[in-house]
C-alpha cells in the first residue's frame, strides 16, 4: 500500500487539536471563493457536514457575517473511533462589502456543502451612457 504524507496537512491537523474546536466567541475559520459573474458577486463557501439549519448569515451596514456550526455525529457504544480528522465546532467568515453592491436582494443556496451567496450590483453603480444635448444656438448676455 502506498502512503503519501504532506506534513504541511499534518500541521494544520494538530494546530487544530491543540486549539481545540472553534466557538462562538472565538470560530474557526472556513475556506471561501469570491469572483464576479455579470451584474452579480458570487460568494461560495466550504461547509460540508453542516446542515442548512446551523448556518446564520447576516447583514449589517456593509458587513457580511456567515457562521455556521459543524456539531460531531451521535455514534453508538459499540463504536470505537479510529481517526478524525473532519474538524467540529463554529466557523465563521466577516466580508465587509463595497456600497456599489445592492445587500437588500442577497440570495443564499446551499447545496452539497457549498453555501453560495448571490450579491447584485447597485443600479446606481452599473456603467450608463450619457447623452449630450445640441444647442440650437448661443445666447449672448448683454449687461
Same mark, same amino acid.
Given at each position: 500500500m502506498l502512503m503519501r504524507t504532506d506534513p504541511f496537512r499534518e500541521l494544520d491537523r494538530l494546530s487544530q487539536q491543540l486549539m481545540g474546536p472553534g466557538t462562538w466567541s472565538k470560530p474557526s475559520a472556513m475556506p471561501m471563493d469570491a469572483y464576479r459573474e455579470g451584474d452579480q458577486y458570487v460568494v461560495a463557501f466550504d461547509l460540508p457536514g453542516v446542515t442548512a439549519e446551523a448556518i446564520d448569515i447576516d447583514v449589517e451596514r456593509n458587513m457580511l457575517t456567515v $457562521?455556521? @456550526?459543524?456539531?460531531?455525529?451521535? $455514534?453508538?457504544?459499540?463504536?470505537?473511533? @479510529?481517526?478524525? @480528522?473532519?474538524?467540529?465546532?463554529?466557523?465563521?467568515?466577516?466580508?465587509?462589502?463595497?456600497?456599489?453592491?445592492d445587500t437588500e436582494h442577497i440570495t443564499a443556496d446551499y447545496d452539497a456543502g457549498v453555501l453560495t451567496l448571490r450579491i447584485p450590483i447597485a443600479e446606481r453603480a452599473k456603467p450608463r451612457k450619457i447623452s449630450i444635448g445640441v444647442g440650437s444656438g448661443h445666447k449672448e448676455i448683454s449687461g
Open positions: $457562521k455556521a @456550526e459543524r456539531r460531531p455525529v451521535t $455514534k453508538g457504544d459499540d463504536v470505537q473511533m @479510529e481517526l478524525s @480528522e473532519r474538524p467540529l465546532g463554529v466557523f465563521s467568515r466577516q466580508i465587509m462589502l463595497a456600497d456599489t453592491l
